[in-house]
T-cell receptor, first 112, second 110 residues
Framework: DAGITQSPRHKVTETGTPVTLRCHQT?????MYWYRQDPGHGLRLIHY???????DKGEVSDGYSVSRSKTEDFLLTLESATSSQTSVYFC???????????FGPGTRLTVL | SQQGEEDPQALSIQEGENATMNCSYK?????LQWYRQNSGRGLVHLIL?????REKHSGRLRVTLDTSKKSSSLLITASRAADTASYFC??????????FGQGTRLTINP
C-alpha cells in the first residue's frame, strides 16, 4: 500500500471521548489527506496537508482537527466524538495536488 | 458535495464480458483519475487521463475522456472474478483536492 499505515485499524469509543487517528508514510510525499467513507456519501475530504504545519479544511471538517509536525505523520483528532462520526477513515498521500493518490488501509471507527 | 457522478451505481455481469462505467463532472479539469476499491480495503489508483488526452489504455483497462461532454468512461475487457470491486472516478475540479464520485459497484458472476 505504497508505504502508508494507519493506526489503529479498528476502534470503538464512547460519545464525548477524544480520539486520535494516525497516518504514517514512508514515501516522503508532500500532500496528505484524511477522508471519511460512508454509505450513500462516497468519499469525502475532511482535512488535508500540503506540507509540515500547513493544513487546510475539506468539505466535512466540522468536529475534526489535524496536525502535521513531521513530513511522515498526519494526525486526525476528534476532540469529542459523536455517533455521526462513526465511519471508515482513510488517509491518502500524493506527490502533488493533482497527481494520483495512494491510500492507506483505513480505520473503522465506531462511536457508541 | 461530490461532483463526479458515476453511472451506473451498480453493475452485474458474467465473467468474460466487458464492463463499462461512466463518470460525469461539472467544471473544467486538468485530469481525471479512476480508482478501484475492493471490499474492506483502501482505494487503489488505476489510471490518470489528462484533459488533452482522449483515450488511454492499461492492460485490460481502457479509459476515454470527452471534455466537451464533461464525461469519461472506464471499460474493463474480458472481466474476471477478481475485478469485483467498486470503481470511483476523481477529478481535480478544485485546487489541491480531488473530488470523488460515489462509485460504481461491479460484480462479476462466475
Amino acid at each position: 500500500d505504497a508505504g502508508i499505515t494507519q493506526s489503529p485499524r479498528h476502534k470503538v469509543t464512547e460519545t464525548g471521548t477524544p480520539v486520535t487517528l494516525r497516518c504514517h508514510q514512508t514515501e516522503n510525499h508532500r500532500y496528505m489527506y484524511w477522508y471519511r467513507q460512508d454509505p450513500g456519501h462516497g468519499l469525502r475530504l475532511i482535512h488535508y496537508s500540503y506540507g509540515v504545519k500547513d493544513t487546510d479544511k475539506g468539505e466535512v471538517s466540522d468536529g475534526y482537527s489535524v496536525s502535521r509536525s513531521k513530513t511522515e505523520d498526519f494526525l486526525l483528532t476528534l476532540e469529542s466524538a459523536t455517533s455521526s462520526q462513526t465511519s471508515v477513515y482513510f488517509c491518502a498521500i500524493s506527490e502533488s495536488d493533482r497527481s494520483s493518490q495512494y491510500f492507506g488501509p483505513g480505520t473503522r471507527l465506531t462511536v457508541l | 458535495s461530490q461532483q463526479g457522478e458515476e453511472d451506473p451505481q451498480a453493475l452485474s455481469i458474467q465473467e468474460g464480458e466487458n464492463a463499462t462505467m461512466n463518470c460525469s463532472y461539472k467544471t473544467s479539469i486538468n485530469n481525471l483519475q479512476w480508482y478501484r476499491q475492493n471490499s474492506g480495503r483502501g482505494l487503489v489508483h488505476l489510471i490518470l487521463i489528462r484533459s488533452n488526452e482522449r483515450e488511454k489504455h492499461s492492460g485490460r483497462l481502457r479509459v476515454t475522456l470527452d471534455t466537451s461532454k464533461k464525461s469519461s468512461s472506464l471499460l474493463i475487457t474480458a472481466s474476471r472474478a477478481a475485478d469485483t470491486a467498486s470503481y470511483f472516478c476523481a477529478t481535480d475540479e478544485r485546487a489541491q483536492k480531488l473530488v470523488f464520485g460515489q462509485g460504481t459497484r461491479l460484480t462479476i458472476n462466475p
